[in-house]
């Protein structure tokens, strides 16, 4: 049943132009998929969006002494 349900989703996704790479960040449509990440050390970071799929660009980790 899971295969049938993942073909469906995969054929609506298909047919409305989804699936695939985002236009905007570029980011897998797969979660799953194996991403590079970078580490970067910064002061005051946010957490960041892409616009377009909602998929998160930016994630922040804050150690306990930093936290309010």
């Not at 979660?31 to 892409?50: K, R």
């Amino acid at each position: 049943m899971v295969s049938s349900l993942q073909a469906k989703v995969s054929r609506l996704e298909a047919a409305s132009g989804g699936g695939g790479e985002c236009p905007e960040c570029g980011g897998p449509d797969d979660p799953d998929d194996h991403t590079t990440y970078e580490l970067v050390w910064v002061d005051d970071a946010e957490e960041e969006w892409c616009e377009t799929c909602g998929r998160q660009t930016g994630i922040v980790i804050r150690w306990p002494e930093d936290l309010p």
